[in-house]
């Protein structure tokens, strides 16, 4: 059981709009800053948004990251067959001072 | 460009210890400005965090397997290691090492390529 709470499974349809929430709480998400990640079929991690909202360089205009209280989300706007992968949030807990993962959302393109 | 690459045994028998190893290169591991962590995925599951350690040896362990895990650093050989003792079918992953932002922790870039450990007699 993570301590972030992701859905298990997100889809929609190319140049649809699809959103990725993760939910926490006040120890974790509510005062640290939020990180998501994307993992391609047999390959490590990536980071692809960092502080609630940053894209790093190479990573398309049509990713947003929003965070508000305890729950963050990943945006994805003009969906792409490319987009297909899995999503991770991650941030801080302050009370088990430890670095905490969400379950992870696989993200299909119909 | 910074790389990290695990290495290590991919088969290790219940009971026993799992030790892996981290070194990077293209950078040096002695900076304040990161810590060293490791984050394991179980076969068609998610991440988890192990723990991290800080140049100057400082660690912080992921709760639940505080009891089993040592990370260490050898600034000499620029390599971190891990060591988890106990080991059961449970601890079978994919084992990645990665950099973390000292100030901004969960921030990790960039990954090793990760090594499958796999528990079994």
């Known amino acids: 059981q993570s301590v972030l709470t992701q859905p298990p499974s997100a889809s929609g349809t190319p140049g649809q709009r699809v959103t990725i929430s993760c939910s926490g709480s006040?120890?974790?998400?509510?005062?640290?800053?939020v990180y998501w990640y994307q993992q391609l079929p047999g390959t490590a991690p990536k980071v692809f948004m960092y502080?609630?909202?940053q894209r790093p360089s190479g990573v398309p205009d049509r990713f947003s990251g929003s965070k508000s209280g305890t729950s963050a989300s990943l945006a994805i706007s003009g969906l792409r067959s490319e987009d297909e992968a899995d999503y991770y949030c991650?941030?801080?807990?302050?009370?088990?001072?430890?670095?905490?993962f969400g379950g992870g959302t696989k993200l299909t393109v119909l | 460009q910074l790389q990290l690459q695990e290495s290590g045994p991919g088969l290790v028998k219940p009971s026993e210890t799992l030790s892996l190893t981290c070194t990077v290169s293209?950078?040096?591991?002695?900076?304040?400005?990161?810590?060293w962590d490791w984050i394991r995925q179980p076969p068609g599951k998610g991440l988890e965090w192990i723990g991290s350690?800080?140049?100057?040896?400082?660690?912080h362990y992921n709760p639940s397997l505080k009891s089993r895990v040592t990370i260490s650093v050898d600034t000499s050989k620029n390599q971190f290691s891990l060591k988890l003792n106990s080991v059961t079918a449970a601890d079978t992953a994919v084992y990645y090492c990665?950099?973390?932002?000292?100030?901004?922790?969960?921030?990790?870039?960039?990954w090793g390529q990760g090594t499958l450990v796999t528990v079994s007699s």
């Open positions: 990665a950099r973390e932002k000292h100030l901004e922790r969960s921030w990790f870039d960039p």
């Open positions: 293209g950078g040096s591991i002695s900076t304040s400005s990161y810590y």
């Open positions: 350690i800080y140049y100057s040896g400082s660690t």
């Open positions: 006040s120890s974790n998400i509510g005062s640290n800053y």
């Open positions: 502080r609630n909202n």
């Open positions: 991650a941030t801080w807990d302050d009370s088990l001072s430890a670095v905490v």
